[in-house]
């Protein structure tokens, strides 16, 4: 989530919105609110983006808010968009980048049946200090022989 900035105002959650409903439209991006199963407490958002028709590949991202982590609403969150991305949109490989030192973040892609496929060293710059990523995927074959 590295475009995401600090401090986050009203006017970016508008535009984002925004963004989200032209991506939408266009078929480029999928954005989500993640909420409890009863009630609509915005915890977080999960997205399908950079969705490439030809090469069937898209981006999974998501982010939730901090009080939150470590009740499992990533990893939640992340297997119904992968549902989403290999049933609904037949998508072939489903990518997501994290930062090396976000290794929560990689826990929950590996929970997601996701495999390291490479480090992209120094990829991201974040506030003024050079990042390394992984990268991790996961193929149609896998998740359907996963989920039957
Ligand atoms: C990464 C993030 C989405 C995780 O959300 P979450 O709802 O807490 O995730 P979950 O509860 O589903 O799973 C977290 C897992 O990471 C593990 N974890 C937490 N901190 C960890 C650490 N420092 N090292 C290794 N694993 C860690 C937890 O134990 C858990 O794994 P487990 O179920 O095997 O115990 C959240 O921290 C976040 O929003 N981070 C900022 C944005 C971001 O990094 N997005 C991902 C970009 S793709």
């Not at 969705?51 to 969150?77: K, M, N």
């Not at 973040?105 to 990523?133: A, N």
């Amino acid at each position: 989530m590295i475009s995401l900035p600090h401090p986050y105002r009203e006017d970016f959650a508008r535009q984002w919105l925004h963004e989200a409903q032209r991506e939408a439209a266009a078929g480029t991006a999928f954005r989500f609110a993640v909420t409890p199963n009863r009630g609509t407490e915005f915890l977080g958002a999960a997205e399908l983006r950079a969705l490439d028709r030809e090469h069937q590949q898209a981006e999974l991202s998501f982010w939730i808010a901090v009080p939150l982590w470590g009740c499992g609403y990533a990893t939640e969150a992340g297997r119904r968009l992968l549902e989403f991305a290999f049933s609904d949109l037949r998508i072939n490989r489903v990518y997501a980048h994290h930062m090396r030192r976000n290794p929560a973040s990689g826990r929950v892609l590996g929970k997601l049946g996701m495999t390291r496929e490479g480090l992209l060293r120094e990829r991201v710059k974040k506030w003024g200090r050079f990042e390394d990523v992984v990268l991790m995927a996961l193929l149609y074959r896998d998740w359907a022989h996963a989920n039957g």
